[in-house]
T-cell receptor, first 113, second 114 residues
């Protein structure tokens, strides 16, 4: 079955270290997205990519970086510049400009100690 | 700026009570609307979506939502809730004709007492 795989499910890192979250999809979707979920704040868009080798900042991109070298993959790096990185991170994909909606991964919970 | 507002942050109901969760979006033009649910410890699931056509949309698990363009609203309803409906509910919207970015409301935590 097609879907989105996020790994790992739980991730612990020391303060000041960069960490990369994986997101892979086999849905042949062109667009991919990274969201951050915090209690009481809903989901906020970090970065999105409509096509390979192209991506745009979302609403809270500071302290994060992404790459889109392959259609299937959209890794997110949480850098040491992110002041409050502990959160739940969700990856999503879609076929833009269609009515098919969005597919979400199961998320990665990052805890920085 | 585009935004999605959910009026209720926490709703507490008894089983069999009726549910209505409010959602408003802030921009005109073509818009696609979604309701997602997140059960405790689980990932986001799509309840229903509106793209065009009949403004009354039926989703899974007995949920429905009505798109009222004049009110910029997309409220979620269920006539009789169950304990298993306890979850967090998110309203979301995107501009169907442009970038496909999805904007979320802050979520409503629904607690249903048996």
């Amino acid at each position: 079955d097609g879907g989105i795989t996020q790994s790992p499910k739980y991730l612990f890192r020391k303060e000041g270290q960069n960490v990369t979250l994986s997101c892979e999809q086999n849905l042949n979707h062109d667009a991919m997205y990274w969201y951050r979920q915090d209690p009481g704040q809903g989901l906020r868009l970090i970065y999105y990519s409509q096509i390979v080798n192209d991506f745009q900042k979302g609403d809270i991109a500071e302290g994060y970086s992404v790459s889109r070298e392959k259609k299937e993959s959209f890794p997110l790096t949480v850098t040491s510049a992110q002041k409050n990185p502990t959160a739940f991170y969700l990856c999503a994909s879609s076929i833009p400009f269609t009515s098919r909606g969005y597919t979400f991964g199961s998320g990665t919970r990052l805890t920085v100690v | 700026a585009q935004s999605v507002s959910q009026h209720n942050h926490h709703v507490i109901l008894s089983e069999a009570a009726s549910l209505e969760l409010g959602c408003n979006y802030s921009y005109g033009g073509t818009v696609n609307l979604f309701w997602y649910v997140q059960y405790p410890g689980q990932h986001l699931q799509l309840l229903l979506k509106y793209f065009s056509g009949d403004p009354l949309v039926k989703g899974i698990k007995g949920f429905e939502a009505e798109f009222i363009k004049s009110k910029f609203s997309f409220n979620l309803r269920k006539p009789s809730v169950q304990w298993s409906d306890t979850a967090e509910y998110f309203c979301a919207a995107d501009r169907g004709s442009t970038l496909g970015r999805l904007y979320f409301g802050r979520g409503t935590q629904l607690t249903v007492w048996p």
